[in-house]
């Protein structure tokens, strides 16, 4: 009879485990959040050029000094993350870019667009929405890591294809200015209260991660409530890092080599993907679509290879990702007509969004739980090499030359060599520590 009752508990402790909760706020927090600044900066490059008269150059200098601003404020943002919380980063997050959103309304020059997206803005998106989020999941869950964050990934891909032709509907019914309020509002209505969920770690609740309970002896009986033998496995395994020992392997510079080139040309293809594609004749609001749909088609990727990435080798599905990635751009490139670019949609957003969920969780199988999000920051600060740059050095081959084509060639070479990187990536074990 007891055996019977121990076994529903277990069965109840699977089913209403935390931090699957933590996993669905997270998701429409990060909806909001990458939908309408990463993504929805694109809606903004042709109203703001035509009203402005501004070049591709100094528009994509705007990415380029959020990213450079997130870069630098990354390794501080983390480890605020991992010293006061993902909740408390949130909630101060959230409201930053709710606001930044509502005085964006006020731009009147290159230098106010600068000061508001570029830097009040980008502190509220790398506080709240870059590492907290990620973060939690990432400590709440090790066996099911893959899965976790493919889900909580997923959040980046619907908001993106849900809120980039949302935003491009409101700027063409009604006027970007309009917009950014509509957007502000929204930012502070939903994933503000969202942000009081999250709890940073299955510790402090009095649980352990993935929901699993680790072998416990009463002071009367001996009684083994664990969920799963090879749960206790994986936590003894698990390797926890700390900063210093994580900058000393030969795994986080290759790892960060990986994501320097993939980085130049995420932010490249997203922010240049509508103006080139309204230069071949593709009317706005069907480009914006061509984005969403982008982003959209990328889900399907987050659940598969974050699915896989439990299974098989992370390094090899994340050289599979960048193939496919480049395969894609190539098409971009060469497409003329709407069932090409559907092509590259297809094509594209698969690769790019299997690598997602796949870079991050392979970050935590690297260097663990502990400092996960100040790594993070860290290894967004060297990213920002290439997501400051590239925006920069397309918008002037563009200027320039008056076409992507040489822009996009490079960004191939780039991506299929960032593949290889990840290929590269050696195994890391726990060090011995005195004590």
């Known amino acids: 009879m007891s055996a019977d009752i121990i076994s529903r508990l277990r069965d109840r402790s699977r089913r209403s485990f935390y931090g699957w909760r933590i996993v669905a706020a997270g998701f429409i927090i990060n909806a909001f959040g990458v939908g309408t600044f990463f993504y929805g900066f694109s809606t903004f490059f042709n109203p703001m050029i035509a009203e402005f008269g501004w070049s591709r150059t100094l528009m994509s200098g705007v990415f380029s000094l959020s990213r450079l601003e997130g870069g630098i404020e990354g390794p501080i943002a983390g480890w605020l993350t991992d010293r006061f919380g993902a909740r408390k980063m949130l909630i101060c997050g959230v409201i930053i870019a709710g606001f930044g959103f509502m005085l964006l309304r006020t731009v009147n020059s290159i230098v106010s667009l600068y000061l508001i997206f570029g830097l009040v803005m980008s502190i509220g998106f790398n506080l709240g929405f870059m590492h907290a989020t990620s973060a939690a999941v990432a400590k709440w869950f090790v066996k099911k890591r893959g899965r976790a964050l493919s889900f909580l990934i997923v959040g980046n891909g619907v ?22 309020i509509i957007l502000g509002i929204a930012t502070l209505a939903i994933p503000l209260p ?25 002071t009367t009986t001996e009684l083994d409530y664990s969920l799963a033998s090879s749960a206790d496995d994986a936590l003894l395994d698990e390797v926890n890092l700390t900063v ?14 990986s994501m320097i080139l993939r ?8 922010i240049h993907q509508i103006p ?40 090899f ?41 796949l870079t991050v969780a392979l970050r935590a199988d690297l260097f663990g739980r502990t400092n996960y999000a100040t790594i993070a920051g860290i290894t967004m600060s060297l990213a920002m090499i290439g997501t400051v740059t590239a925006p920069l050095f397309a918008g002037y081959l563009y200027d320039t030359t008056q076409s992507y084509s040489l822009a996009f060639y490079i960004f191939i070479a780039m991506i299929v060599l960032s593949g290889f990187f990840f290929l590269m990536i050696p195994p890391t074990s726990q060090p011995t520590r005195q004590t």
């Open 317 to 357: 599905l994340l050289f599979l990702s960048c193939i496919l990635q480049g395969i894609g751009i190539f098409i971009f490139i060469n497409a003329s007509t709407l069932p090409l670019l559907y092509l590259f949609v297809v094509v594209y957003g698969l690769g790019y969004g299997g690598a997602i969920p």
């Open 263 to 270: 980085a130049c040309i995420l932010s490249s293809i997203v």
């Open 244 to 257: 210093r020992e994580a900058l000393k392997t030969r795994a986080f510079w290759v790892y960060a080599i």
């Open 194 to 218: 969202l942000s009081f969920i999250v709890r940073s770690t299955p510790e402090e609740m009095g649980l352990q991660p993935d929901g699993e309970v680790i072998k416990h002896k009463d």
């Open 159 to 180: 908001g993106g294809a849900i809120l980039v032709p949302v935003i491009a509907w409101l700027i063409t019914q009604y006027d970007w200015r309009v917009a950014t």
């Open 276 to 315: 080139h594609l309204t230069d071949i004749g593709i009317p706005y609001q069907t480009a914006s679509n061509v984005l969403g749909l982008m982003v959209l088609m990328s889900i399907p990727g987050r659940f598969l290879f974050g699915w896989l990435g439990d299974r098989f080798s992370k390094r």
